[in-house]
């Protein structure tokens, strides 16, 4: 037949032609098995030697990184030594665009200061962001000037004089970091420095105008780098890049980064762009778009803000951004893993509870969100900014200020677990107490109180009493004051100013009246108790048997601490309470005119480490004689 082939093979051939096709020497099927196995050891070998060249050049980075690091505290540091030193030189300004080293230079001076403190009295560091006022200032240089705390109440004009008080018979070193304009020294209360006092400031900013309105004798300016001097000196820049690269470990991925770095240098052309787009390869570099959304998230804070690591995955989960599973010691994994992350990626810098995130990070975070926002503050009128937050699940209003009302909070923010409000001017009252029954999440609560009967209608509602934690009690006029132990079963700090209130009681008994077999707080450590009037005795304090800090600050009433009759009284209903504070750690006790005695007999406060006595003139010393640990 036309255009066929006629194929005739017997069946033996046919087998032996199948079987050498198949298994013959020289087929791949037949050599499969072998092939893979030396396929395998090659790809082994090639990973090895991949990681091992990943290795070696990730520790040539790294030793080069540290040669450069070495060579700016080398160069840089010598100019503003040589500046501090001059006797006639009274104030040095360090400036220059964010991320350079201002801030890494500053740390090196002030460590220099610190070893070769014969020069000078006290060496004090102060950050100052953008939302940072003078109080704020303040406090920071009274924190390194006194031990006590009684300056924590003062106006701004109380702690000038204080400061200034303290450092006119120093001479001072006193290091501003990040100023944003110019600082007037003497509503700080800082005394101008001379050569005659010998005292010098030195201060980081990223305007030439600013050093110039501080009066500095000598300006330093950090300026970006030629190809030549990036050796020498070591900007954030150059050490998150090198950092980061040091983590690459094939060629391919060098040759990707090197083009994603070119192609960011070309597309900004502003000096500022050029540095954040640079950083933003470390951004880019991270795993995904859930650990990108919770590195973004940390720029909503305030610049150079300490961010509590339980806080922000407490927020993350609120943002949705991870889940809220926790472990059985009620953290939180997968937020800690993220953080570590982060910490890995040099993209948050971390304390032992919190992070922090350098301010030019916190410009680039913002810069990758589009985010044109200014520092977070609570507006005069509250209720504005709690509009669209319903799925906010913690705030933190202590020491706010400007805050005048709660108002609208049970149904703006209904699912608030954490509120807190002490140290603020808001004060609970009957309103108050309305709005925050609305709250059926809540869990902490820190609450200020003026009224002896607002305080009783809390601890009559058994849920909202027992979030309570922290308690401040001011300005209250009462013949009794009444602490149920029940209802505040939650309670952990009291702090009790500026009243005058007759008697404290404690009660613990439930709304049925039944006695409680425990009667006493739980969980209340720290009690500070500062300008009451009409108490001569306080042996309530028997209640707070884990009581670790307690601090007696300015009475004219108050004779003795422990009664020995009423502590007889309450130890014959209660034989576990006889021995006062038996966990107590520090006592101070300071302006009480008339006290005579802690208790009749002073105990065994074995864990007693510090306790300090002012002012009390008939306090006899015999009677802050307490038996201590053998070896003390």
Known sequence: MGGCVSLDLSCDQTLKQTYHCLFGDGNNIHMMKPNLEALETTMQELRERRDDIARRYGKQVSKKLLEVEELLSRKAFEVAWNSIMKPERRALGIYGMGGVGKTTLLATINNKLDEEMNEFDVVIWVVVSKDLQYKGIQDQILRRLRVDKEWENQTEEEKAFSIDDILGRKNFVLLLDELWSEVDLDKIGVPHPTQENGSKIVFTTRSEEVCKRMNADDELKIDFLSRNEAWELLPLALNVIGKAMSCKKNVHEWRHANKILNTFSHEFPGMEEKILSVLKFS?????????????LYCSLFPENYEIKKEELIEY???????????DEDGSNNEGHDIIGSLVCAHLLMESETAVKMHDVLREMALWIGNLQLDFLAVPQFITHMLKGLRKLISLDLEQCFKLESIDGIGTS?????VLKLYCSPVFIDARSIEELQLLEHLKILTVNVKDALILESIQRVERLASCVQRLWIF?????????NTLALGGLRELYIAGSKISEIKIDWKSKEKEDLPSPYFKHLSRIVIFDLEGPKELTWLLFAPILQHLEMLTSRSLEEIINKEKGMSISNVHPDMTV?????????LRGLAV???????PPALLSLKKIVVERCPKLPKAATEFPRHEQE
């Open 580 to 588: 006062p504070f038996p966990k107590l750690e520090s006592l101070r």
């Open 475 to 483: 300005d209250m006029s009462a013949t009794v004051l009444t602490l």
């Open 283 to 295: 951004y880019d570099g991270l795993g995904n778009e859930k650990m990108k959304s919770c590195f």
């Open 413 to 417: 923010l209904p699912n608030l677990q």
């Open 316 to 326: 993350w989960i609120s943002e949705g951004f991870i889940n809220g599973e926790r």
């Open 595 to 601: 006290i005579k005695r802690i208790c009749s007999s």
